[in-house]
């Protein structure tokens, strides 16, 4: 608790791994009950889940909900019991042990946090005390037309007294280290998936609820003072200007928001035919005009891989070769990319179905080469990840980033180097998401010297078939992309690449 108050967590490397405790891991059948789900308690999780995490080298674990909810198929986003955990997994101490072992192992722990609605279930908060106490008593202003939800009238001071102390409460007596709040563009637009006649606009007739902002700004300026060290994370979707801006420069406070755009981009050119990427390049490069306006997580969450969106493995087209080549590229051009990094259960396993919120993940498919070679990778560059500083200490400033190949939409290569502080131990990343090899790929490097290969994807032992580059190689002389020297690399297709330079 201390630990996490002191110095700057913006610097800090940061790589969450997203959980549904309910379908992580599951008791064999011979184990259970008639009834009994195969649900792991807490206890079991923090024995089981947190050291698998750990061993990944991931620094936080980050929950789908586990606020009490009515219905298992919602995964917890439609929460009735604000302050307690849910039963299904053991009791308020037993959710206590997980969060205090994953800090004895050195783990923070993330909770989903569902403010934006509730459900309308006699035993909830609807109609609490026979009206409309905790919703507006407007219809077009107390329901959600997505979710068939109600939605809180942040206008209320109770209400946002009940929200703020439900907060604080997970953050202070269970010891949590960070809230992601769940749907933020639904509380910050009064006309949030409604048409005309659907909402009533604010006093000034537009389409902001000044109420909600003026809770979440209050909110994460509560969380600041009283939790310090602690993580505001916002899911939200939209431009809104300043998500993750302090409140005294007009933002709302938070303290990172998740970067869809990045998501939404990357996961059109992976979906694509290798061969036709070219008219996507700008999908590739158009994130760096952005990607210091906020403090960014890279997430590829549940939400992506389930509602026949497929499994991480299967967005890539074509057999299996080009399947899992494309998820390792995939992977490390996430985790070279500028921004925290957030990855759901499953990918580390190149998870061939989608998530199932009613089974387990496929645990069987670690017994098979490739995918023991993606868990592989995965844990080389969380290691990477902690201990390069240029791949995390800069994440939200422009000084930590610059483009070596960005006009290259022919062949579909970019690359870029990562800075750590005082333009030191840079580390450069090129990334082919073409389907040929380069031969040669020129690429312009920041200095003379050797660079070493500190991941290449298509190496063997992250499943790969094998690859041609050198584990280590010198700079040619010559001007190139207005440097003075450049590398030359047998660039296979589908492959990324990340070398340090080892100096002159």
């Not at 929460?79 to 994953?102: C, I, K, M, W």
Request: aromatic share 12%; charged share 25%; hydrophobic share 40%.
């Amino acid at each position: 608790m201390s630990r996490r108050a002191a110095g700057d967590p913006d610097v800090r490397p940061e790589s969450v791994y997203e959980v549904h405790l309910g379908s992580w891991r599951k008791r064999p059948p011979e184990e259970r009950g008639e009834w009994d789900p195969g649900w792991l308690g807490y206890r079991e999780l923090a024995d089981e889940l947190l050291p698998y995490a750990r061993d990944l080298g991931f620094t936080h674990v980050e929950l789908l909900p586990v606020m009490e909810h009515p219905l298992d198929q919602s995964w917890g986003y439609q929460p009735l019991g604000f302050f307690a955990p849910t039963s299904r997994f053991g009791t308020p101490d037993d959710f206590r042990y997980f969060v205090d072992r994953a800090h004895a192992l050195g783990l923070g722990v993330i909770l989903d946090w569902v403010p934006g609605h509730f459900p309308e279930d006699a035993h909830g908060l609807a109609r609490f005390d026979g009206t409309p106490l905790y919703e507006h008593p407007d219809p077009r202003q107390a329901r959600h037309p997505d979710w068939g939800t109600l939605v809180f009238d942040y206008g209320k001071p109770p209400v946002r007294a009940f929200l703020a102390s439900s907060a604080i409460h997970w953050l202070e007596d269970y010891h949590v280290d960070g809230l992601r709040v769940d749907a933020v563009a639904s509380m910050l637009y009064l006309d949030y998936s409604r048409t005309d006649g659907e909402w009533v606009p604010n006093e000034h007739g537009g389409n902001e609820n000044l109420a909600a902002v003026a809770f979440l700004r209050g909110l994460n300026d509560a969380v600041t003072e009283e939790c310090p060290g602690v993580l505001m994370i916002a899911e939200e979707s939209t431009s809104w200007p300043g998500v993750s801006h302090g409140t005294d420069r007009g933002g709302l406070g938070f303290h990172r928001k998740w970067n869809m755009g990045w998501m939404n981009d990357t996961l059109e050119v992976v979906s694509d035919e290798p061969e036709t990427r070219a008219r996507l390049y700008d999908r590739l490069t158009f994130s760096l005009l952005y990607a210091f306006s906020e403090r960014f997580v890279l997430p590829l969450s549940h939400d992506e891989v389930v509602y026949e969106k497929r499994s991480l493995l299967y967005k890539t087209p074509g057999g299996d070769d080009r399947r899992f080549d494309g998820l390792r590229l995939l992977l490390a051009y996430q985790w070279a990319h500028p921004g925290k990094k957030l990855l759901f259960m499953g990918g580390e396993l190149a998870q061939r179905t989608e998530w199932n919120a009613d089974g387990s993940l496929d645990w069987a498919l670690l017994d098979e080469p490739r995918h023991r070679g993606v868990q592989e990778l995965v844990r080389a560059l969380n290691r990477l990840h902690r201990d390069e500083p240029a791949l995390h200490a800069q994440d939200f400033r422009p000084e930590g980033f610059e483009w070596l190949e960005c006009h290259d939409p022919e062949r579909t290569v970019v690359a870029f180097v990562r800075w750590s502080f005082g333009w030191t131990e840079p580390v450069v990343v090129a990334a082919n998401f073409g389907a040929h090899t380069r031969t040669p790929l020129r690429m312009p490097v920041p200095f003379g010297g050797r660079y070493r290969v500190l991941v290449d994807t298509h190496r063997p032992e992250f499943g790969g078939p094998g690859s041609a580059i050198p584990g280590e190689m010198e700079a040619i002389a010559g001007r190139l992309g207005g440097r003075d020297h450049y590398l030359e690399l047998e660039m296979p297709g589908l492959s990324a690449v990340y070398l340090k330079w080892m100096g002159a």
